[in-house]
């Protein structure tokens, strides 16, 4: 019984490993089919009008949670990372770009954080002052809702300083962090720590988001409802009968009504929660290698301006 125990484990590792090397390998071909094949699967863009048009949207929610995706990107990942081993310039470039790339989408988002504010000031004013049941405004088209759906809707400006400025936040050091260990240790070991970090840790909670929220997105935008166990050929099939049905239930008779909103935040949150990963474990390897010299190399970090510096590490 050991023995078949043991032949059991060493064939079901060896079948991993070879289904592994096989989808690495097929990602080339995968990456190359679709990048010359952009109809099958784009075609969805210019609208619903045919039988194909709704099969290549069909082929898009598939891909876009599928097993060729993942690998498309980690075999992307795997190249990348070996080309910025090789020519660390290029590494440095990936790490600038991502978290440019990070700073930029977070400083843009973070003023949802201001509107909100606003808002909820005027809707405390509409309510108390002026004993209006709505508000209304707009620049040449009017939106006019009812004070519920304003108050509601305050939640969506909080997901977009969540969801968008996460990498951001990160960049600039904003999260907090539990250091007992972690502030004892030398340099290297902490960037070490850093890696095995953006590697067991960051990426693979991005991927199961990412897996979850995906088909969670477009459930809740067409129909027939599509599954993450459905394969390629079912959802073709499925395409038939698609057509859009973007969901706009709010909690209350005239509450917000625009949580699939929610959904897309959701899947740009693992995303960029992704990306930034990478950038992070890039930045850590580098500086691993480089020694502490190369601490905070190239990093944008915002200020306060000169003489705030003291201000700048009270958060």
């Known amino acids: 019984m050991q023995d078949d125990s043991g032949i059991s484990f060493f064939g079901a590792l060896w079948g991993g490993l ?6 690495i390998a097929g990602a080339f071909y995968n990456l190359g089919y679709a990048l010359s094949h952009t109809s099958e699967w784009l075609a969805w863009t210019g609208g619903l009008e045919s039988v194909e048009d709704k099969q290549s949207l069909m082929r898009f929610v598939y891909f876009g949670g599928s097993v060729e995706f993942f690998f498309v990107v980690f075999t992307a990942f795997l190249v990348l990372t070996a080309v910025g081993i090789y020519q660390r310039q ?3 470039g990936v790490v600038r770009g991502l978290e440019g790339f990070a700073n930029t989408i977070g400083r843009l988002f973070a003023w949802a954080g201001l509107i909100m504010v606003i808002q909820q000031i005027i809707i405390v004013f509409m309510q108390r002052v002026f004993a209006r049941p709505d508000m ?6 009017e939106l006019q809702m009812d004070i519920s759906w304003f108050a509601e809707e305050l939640k969506l400006y909080n997901a977009l300083v969540v969801c968008m400025c996460v990498a951001y936040t990160f960049v600039q050091c ?24 953006s590697l067991i840790f960051m990426m693979p909670a991005a991927v199961l988001t990412w897996m979850y929220g995906w088909f969670f997105l477009w459930r809740h935008l067409i129909v027939p409802k599509p599954s993450a ?19 706009t239930i709010g909690f209350s008779p005239n509450g917000f009504n625009g949580y699939f909103l929610f959904k897309i935040l959701l899947v740009s949150f693992a995303g960029i929660v ?3 990963a990478i950038a992070f474990f890039y930045r850590s390897f580098l ?5 502490q010299g190369s601490e905070n190399k190239y990093l944008d970090k915002d200020t306060l301006g000169e003489g705030e510096e003291a201000y700048e590490g009270a958060h």
């Open 90 to 92: 290029v590494m440095w």
């Open 136 to 141: 209304s405004f707009g620049l040449g088209i």
């Open 174 to 197: 904003g999260h907090v962090r539990v250091d007992l260990i972690y502030s004892g240790i030398s340099f290297r070991a902490k960037r070490v720590i850093d890696m095995i970090g």
């Open 287 to 291: 500086e691993f290698v480089e020694g």
């Open 229 to 247: 166990s459905d394969g390629l050929d079912r959802l073709v099939m499925k395409a038939r009968a698609l057509r859009w049905n973007v969901e």
């Open 18 to 23: 070879v289904w592994l090397v096989q989808n």
């Open 274 to 276: 992704f990306l930034h």
